[in-house]
């Protein structure tokens, strides 16, 4: 990749900063974070999932699924999910494909990169499996801390059902607990 | 419709107040105005068209129109425009069909309505094509406005190229017209 | 009315996008609606109150009141009501009148627009008592969205005394009442 | 005035933060000051004027000025001045006298703070007359920092057309005159 | 001070108005108020406060110390609470009245407006110590407003404990148990 | 670190969505980026860098280290830069070094990302002078943004002198030169 291409792309990503997540805005969150925001969150929550399991993990693997995981947004952005429905199956997964691959085009390890994408996307390696419970865990954290400094009523429909946990990893279901216990002694 | 179906319908459509237009946010307006400001502005004009063209036009038919054009994204979002080349073609007219006759399922005009939306989105009725040439011009005049007031210098994309028309009535064209020798006389 | 004219019609009324609705900036709401926001709900409640009433409703006439009915805060702003106390009476009519004879002039349809838009303030034909019911519905609409994602305590003060009803037709009402059980439900 | 009084009108002043300058809010200006934020200003250049000018100036009576002259925009906010041409010739300062009178209402010191208030609405003292050259000095000043932080191009009428002054001291005449010099340099 | 030098100080007390509160941002209260508008009401409260001791009180001095209290401010910024814990005992102190120092240097005044913010600081004259109370209530009505107007929860711990009062006057104790009268009736 | 202590850490590090950049709020950029924002970039840059180098590069150590190099700003704030000659030499560097200690108490990798965390500050590892290189082309990505979004004038003195160059990688001083090139274009 080029040195013009590689500004490009990180152009591109950039604009991750100001790319607002829908869900918070749709529900009436005042200057909601950015997908930016988030995405820093994710790495961060899998950087410590890292220390928590007794799995071996490749951290560098793990950190870049994390940074690269919402990237096709910063061209697609954050399809609200309700809007899902109403798209053919799998189009929004191949929408994010495709952008991913234009987007990586021309680096080295684009292809390696868009694998790692994948098995985030499908959950099939322990590093994509824990990005999938850092990103649940970081929208659940930020759903905990709207809650708690705007009053927001309507964000109860993120919390999973009593029971259901939605964690591949014991270390995020016990950060999970916990934060439904703070949660509670808060309400 | 029932009371409770409508007083949903009416929650639905409110959300346009607080759905921004993707096109600003992506390049960085801050602030930008809501899906609703702009069906405001839509109307508003369409109603002055109105006016000025010399065909017979069924004004409850446009103003109908113009507050429904994009009802839609009040479940599905305002899909950034780079966003479609990612996805099959048609996918975003069909999901927006599929979303408006959900919303007005058990209105006594709901075929009619879905009918003009599509005179609007096919350009096939006068009423539809004026609300076109709004859409375009509030967008326009929405583009100048912020080329003024924050000093934006990725909004030029939005006009159209010299020589290119993209309006149906003479009216807005000359409205475009005027509006680009006030834009040209503060550059 | 002429091209020029016309279009510094429309920079007017593109006012509306930037123009706060003061009621919520005044109790600490943070980024609340515009003008332009509330006039297409208002806009759009009509329409649908029109499928509700028994009544014959000129629905062209309906949703020009509608889109008219806020046009001259493009000048004078939305004045705080506590703020009315202390003018003449009769002062902010008188000014949003002329202002409204101003922002018109030249346009055909001038003295129409005028006489419907008193209707609206004085509530003297159908499409004004819409109009109303319209304006009142989409507040309290707002408030409650604004109770609910905010967390707001001080927005108690825009709902109607029990047993008290600030609407002309059976259906604004019942859609209220709606509004009331939801609003209760998630108290 | 009694503890409860009091702490209304603390309450009462409280909402001036949150009260937009009207200006900068149609002239398309993000996240403008609030008057709060502007009565800071003008308070704090006036205790400077103080010391450049060679009259005997009151300094208790002129910041008490300063924290008071837009105080009753608490209560009816920072009416525009394009509305002023519409509203009975004085109807604005009646009103904002009047709501003075009942926020300071059982003040021991109410008649004379009001009496200072007129000092300065009149240009009738020369504390009045320095809180009038801060409260157009702040608004340049402002002015001048919206254009080179925004890029906003319709501010230009704010500026005094060349060769006039709009102040009374010779003080905030220089002061005018050295903004000038820095805003023409990095135009 | 010539007036270069008194504009730069205008210039530099001007970005008040856009330095965040941090104890606000850091609660995630959505668009807080500025230390401009923190500092109005310093001063009005002081103003007030003024009014209802029985000590002699010099005004002019008592306001002046409320306009300076928070300038060093607009050069170190709003350094957070918990960062002091860490800073060396005294860091913030001298660091701010370094600033103060360099802002107002050249100024007819300089040694004793130094001398009269140090009295601020350490609470030794009655009207550094009014200052104190009044820097106290202000931001207690504005944790108070906060609570109210977006129901945020973490704002508690900014309220003395029980029995404890934060305050030098009976004055500013009264206003103080008033404001908790009404925070408690709308609980 | 047990699982309570691993989630306050997780609540800490969150408090950087809603941390903001000083340096754009003291140039009065509106709705600045956060430190969450900031983080983000810095690590999908230095991602990308370490593809761009011919030197081994420990990726699992670059994301981590750019993961951690703000998070002491969780606490103490982003200090703004004029303030710093204020302190005491080495303040700063010291109060973030504590927190950092204290932050990362209890985690089996403590004393391992302390060291890393200090080759960022000194520069003394590859990794540490990629992320250092990140750090200063993220925050001229983004100067370069909001010179093009928000007109703003007060942005220039990020930029190095002509001729002098920030960084340590030939790699990223290559994508600041096609920065440069942009930026100049569309001046």
């Known amino acids: 990749m080029d040195t013009h291409t590689t500004l490009q792309l990180l152009l591109d990503a950039h604009r991750l900063k100001r790319t607002p997540r829908t869900g918070w805005v749709m529900r009436g969150v005042p200057d909601g974070e950015s997908v930016a925001d988030h995405s820093y969150g994710v790495a961060f ?104 400094t705007t009053g927001n009523r309507w964000l109860a429909e993120f919390w999973p059902p009593d029971g259901e946990s939605p964690f591949s990893s014991s270390a995020a279901q016990a950060l999970y607990e916990e934060l439904q216990a703070i949660r509670q002694r808060l309400a």
């Not at 799998?90 to 990169?113: C, F, I, M």
């Not at 499908?122 to 970081?138: K, Y």
Request: glycine share 4%.
């Open 45 to 148: 929550i899998a950087l410590l999932l890292a220390e928590m399991v007794t799995q071996a993990v490749d951290r560098a693997k793990l950190l870049t699924i994390a940074l690269l995981h919402d990237l096709p947004e910063s061209v697609v952005g954050d399809l609200p999910t309700p809007a899902m429905a109403h798209f053919p199956p799998g189009a929004k997964r191949s929408a994010e494909a495709a952008v991913l691959t234009e987007l990586l085009d021309g680096l080295p390890n684009a292809k390696r990169w868009h694998a790692w994408w994948r098995e985030f996307e499908e959950g099939t390696s322990v590093e994509g499996q824990l990005v999938r419970d850092a990103d649940r865990l970081d929208m659940l954290i930020q759903a905990h801390v709207y809650e708690k």
